[in-house]
């Protein structure tokens, strides 16, 4: 009943059109006076325990480092090296965004600012050459999700704080995946523009590529320093995040002088915005997941999904369906958020690597990024390319297949998450 009364009222007050940071504050007070457990004061603190939290730090700095990126010129000169490289190849441009798309995750960690960021340069261009703009869009939306999958992951730090798992560990596991969905983008491309008769751009020479690889040089290092520090372990994911801020602000102010001083305060202030959007989603949802606890809700999903934990197979693949359902009704971090503490019992029970586990999750959560009608992504790419929801789907189906596609083999060979975290950790 509990369980009822939890899910009845987060998803009767979503209905009625509450920020889902409030709604999960509802929710929680709902679940309260059911169970008879009322108190203010336990609100208030669980909210305040829910922002303190050290590796949550990472978050903002991330955030940080996003938006100093892209306001130093790093975003765009590695725009500019890919499309050196791949600008003279039929349906070039596409090879173009999915490699920027691999190398911005490297640098952001968010679905979002990289949609974003990419939609709005390429997508002209892509316009411009003749492209389809349905298709262009829905390309540049799916290597959006690549951000949430290569380290740094805003995702996954938020997994890890909710799940107690090592958010390094995380990190290192997501590469693998992350590339993958690159190649499968790539492959899905050119079965789409093996027959498309759009503009081709000069080949570039070997100087001009050089040149092009040189003056991105200082942006494509930043991923290299994050990756070889965590694995050497110099320093904590939430160190590597202040490394990446401090990095980007060198670089956007010092190498590329770019980004200038007077250009911070803005750049602050956008970070300090959506830090404070994700922050209290988290301080809430840390209300949820206190009360989800208390009210013994993953004992009751246990009973639920009993039959299937001996089998670690149907069982994953019944969570994950499970998952993408919600996934379509519910942005990334509040699916985290709520059902990481009543699924990692079950997880534990049944003998799944946590961190594998992890992949599964927020890969399945950023897919959700990429369906209506609540899909954060979906709607970020529309707004970019100026065109209507009912337009992009037409465009995304081929991509959103093959992640798909790719999600399943993961949770059918565990080992290629498995056996490469095990080299990198």
């Not at 994911?237 to 010092?254: D, I, R």
């Not at 049944?350 to 890969?363: K, M, N």
């Not at 970020?380 to 065109?387: E, F, N, Y």
Request: aromatic letters at 8%; hydrophobic letters at 60%; proline letters at 6%.
């Amino acid at each position: 009943m509990s369980l009822a009364v939890f899910v009845g009222s987060l998803v009767g007050v979503m209905a009625l059109g509450v920020p889902i940071a409030l709604a999960l504050l509802v929710s929680g007070v709902a679940l309260m006076l059911y169970l008879g457990i009322f108190d203010s004061q336990i609100i208030a603190q669980n909210l305040v325990n829910g922002a303190n939290s050290f590796p949550m730090m990472a978050v903002p700095f991330f955030i940080l480092a996003g938006e100093l990126m892209n306001a130093g010129g790093i975003s765009s000169r590695i725009i500019r090296f890919a499309m050196s490289i791949f600008g003279h190849i039929r349906g070039g441009l596409g090879y173009v965004a999915i490699v920027a798309s691999v190398l911005f995750a490297g640098l952001s960690g968010s679905a979002v600012a990289d949609t974003a960021a990419l939609g709005a340069i390429l997508i002209p261009m892509m316009i411009k050459a003749g492209y389809d703009r349905n298709r262009s869009t829905g390309l540049i939306a799916s290597g959006g999700i690549i951000a949430p999958l290569i380290p740094p992951s805003i995702p996954f730090i938020i997994f890890g704080v909710s799940s107690g798992v090592s958010i390094t560990k995380l990190f290192m596991a997501g590469i693998v995946p992350g590339l993958m969905i690159g190649v499968g983008l790539m492959i899905t491309w050119w079965l789409v523009m093996r027959n498309s008769d759009v503009e081709v751009y000069p080949r570039k020479s070997w100087k001009e590529v050089f040149q092009a690889g040189r003056q991105a040089i200082w942006a494509l290092m930043l991923p290299v320093i994050i990756v070889a520090g965590l694995r050497g372990g110099i320093f904590t994911p939430t160190e590597a995040a202040v490394v990446a801020a401090f990095y980007a602000l060198f670089v956007g102010l010092v190498i590329y002088r770019e980004l200038k001083w007077k250009d911070l305060y803005h750049v602050l202030v956008a970070a300090a915005k959506t830090t404070s959007v994700v922050m209290f989603l988290v301080a809430a949802a840390m209300v949820t997941a206190w009360l989800i606890t208390v009210a013994n809700v993953p004992a009751a999903m246990g009973t639920l999904l009993a039959p299937l934990i001996d089998n670690p197979l149907l069982l994953l693949l019944a969570i994950n369906a499970m998952i993408l359902l919600v996934g379509m009704a519910m942005d990334s971090t509040p699916t985290i958020l709520i059902l990481t503490p009543v699924l990692m019992p079950i997880i534990k029970m049944a003998g799944i690597d946590p961190v594998y586990f992890g992949v599964l999750f927020v890969l399945n959560t950023c897919i959700g990024l990429l369906t209506p009608p609540v899909g954060t992504v979906l709607n970020v790419a529309c707004g970019v390319g100026k065109i209507g929801m009912e337009d992009i789907l037409k465009g995304i189906w081929p991509f959103l297949l093959v992640e798909l596609i790719i999600l399943i083999l993961l949770i059918l060979f565990p080992s290629i998450v498995l056996v490469p975290l095990e080299w990198l950790t």
